[in-house]
């Protein structure tokens, strides 16, 4: 079975430029996740989606990032501008149910460099 | 507010010895406890959860851990370990009214050795 899907694996990107990011979640899955992982901040979730809706986008850093799902299996997540502190690996969970018990799954990141 | 601890950044053992990996939470609010293992390039992958029940969790590949309420811990453990436990470990906490999100602790790197 195919789990998380994420493209691209590696992006290298100059300073000020758009970044997008895309997911596909496990077919079947109601609830999205992204995260970001530094070695500074450690794992941190940005925002979560449930049945395609934004649930909980506060950890979000600033205006610059948003996130959409615009389906069930799909969802991107847009930095603009980019910055050199952006850069981090970018993780997409997905799980079956809304929940707090839920067992997510993650797909391989996203590797971001800003220059 | 809610914060997960991992006692240990980095933890050296030879193959086939026990090993713990320590975990402590601090919530206000009653939690679900997680343990992911992430491998070099890879994203994460559960080991086990508690939800309720039993405190001792038993996952995948020999690991199991143990949920001590008053202490708020949950350790993860292993009797003998293997070279390909190497990898990195991650405590989490999910809060029963806080949907599905996730916070982790800061991880642990297990490296085995020979």
């Known amino acids: 079975d195919a789990g998380v899907i994420q493209s691209p694996r590696h992006e290298v990107t100059e300073m000020g430029q758009e970044v997008t990011l895309r997911c596909k979640p496990i077919?079947?899955?109601?609830?999205l996740f992204w995260y970001r992982q530094t070695m500074m901040r450690g794992l941190e979730l940005l925002i979560y989606?449930?049945?395609?809706?934004?649930?909980?986008d506060s950890g979000m850093p600033e205006d610059r990032f948003s996130a959409k799902m615009p389906n069930a299996s799909f969802s991107t997540l847009k930095i603009q501008p980019s910055e050199p502190r952006d850069s981090a690996v970018y993780f997409c969970?997905?799980?079956?149910?809304?929940?707090?018990?839920?067992?997510?799954?993650f797909g391989p990141g996203t590797r971001l460099l800003v220059l | 507010a809610q914060s997960v601890t991992q006692l240990d950044s980095q933890v050296p053992v030879f193959e086939e010895a026990p090993v713990e990996l320590r975990c402590n939470y601090s919530?206000?609010?009653?939690?679900?406890l997680f343990w992911y293992v992430q491998y070099p390039n890879q994203g994460l992958q559960l080991l086990l959860k508690?939800?309720?029940?039993?405190?001792l969790v038993k996952g995948i590949n020999g690991f199991e851990a143990e949920f001590n309420k008053s202490q708020t811990s949950f350790h993860l453990r292993k009797p003998s370990v293997h070279i390909s436990d190497t990898a990195e470990y991650f405590c989490a906490v999910a809060l029963y009214n806080q949907g599905g999100k996730l916070i982790f602790g800061q991880g642990t790197e297990l490296s085995v050795k020979p």
């Open positions: 989606f449930n049945n395609n809706v934004p649930i909980d």
């Open positions: 077919s079947g899955h109601n609830s």
């Open positions: 969970a997905s799980s079956f149910r809304p929940g707090p018990q839920e067992t997510q799954y």
């Open positions: 508690y939800l309720s029940g039993s405190t």
């Open positions: 919530s206000s609010v009653s939690v679900y």
